[in-house]
């Protein structure tokens, strides 16, 4: 089960990061994995607020837009500026970040281009982590301000074992000698979205060892 013990970090680190989901009603989670994105999200009445042009292209990006919600946050953390996620992805698509394949499918969050992407569009300094461990977090962000990092999407049940790990990006903000704190796009309700603790150990379960630094 969930471990409850306090994280031993400063905690104007999350406080002043504003937690935003992947999905504009963020309660849908449950119907997203049980429907899928796109036949869930077609329901969401909040749609318009992504930015999309209507709520097919809305079911279609929210999907994959775990990445932009991070963004999302660490934009509003910075400046106080809200970008629709929509409006992320499409722009982040310009230098590569997605891909839109010819059945449709959309591939991405892809790594590399999303560096210079935040770069020129919004002044953020990033680079590509790979090849670590969950242990590094800490050293990352003690020169980083936020880590979004590669996971399993199904850690928002930390009880369960994982059938794999990575797939799904959450916003790191905070780290301990044995606990971590992030900001999931994708959980299912409170406790499982804002401010999520786990032991280093649990988190690794479902860690790629793989993620996107965004420097101070």
């Not at 698509?93 to 569009?121: C, H, M, N, S, T």
């Not at 919004?122 to 670590?132: C, D, E, H, K, Q």
């Not at 979205?193 to 993620?211: H, I, K, P, S």
């Amino acid at each position: 089960m969930r471990q409850r013990e306090r994280v031993v970090v400063d905690a104007r680190v999350t406080q002043r990061v504003p937690y935003f989901s992947q999905w504009e009603t963020p309660d849908m989670t449950l119907a997203v994995v049980a429907e899928g994105a796109q036949s869930a999200l077609l329901k969401d009445p909040l749609w318009a607020g992504s930015g999309a042009t209507n709520v097919e292209e809305y079911a279609r990006w929210a999907g994959n837009s775990c990445g932009m919600a991070c963004l999302k946050m660490i934009l509003a953390a910075r400046t106080g500026e809200i970008v629709p996620t929509v409006d992320l992805a499409l722009a982040c698509k310009e230098y590569g970040g997605y891909v839109e394949e010819p059945d449709g499918k959309i591939k991405g969050l892809i790594y590399a281009p999303f560096v210079p992407f935040v770069k020129d569009r919004f002044g953020l300094n990033a680079r590509v982590v790979t090849g670590i461990s969950v242990a590094d977090i800490g050293d990352i962000l003690a020169q980083s301000e936020f880590f979004i990092a590669s996971v399993h999407h199904s850690i928002r049940w930390p009880e369960t074992e994982p059938p794999g790990r990575g797939g799904h990006l959450v916003l790191v903000t905070a780290v301990s000698a044995n606990m971590i704190r992030f900001h999931n796009p994708s959980g299912h309700e409170t406790a499982t979205r804002e401010n999520v603790e786990l032991t280093l150990e649990t988190f690794d379960r479902f860690f790629a060892g793989r993620g996107i630094a965004i420097d101070r």
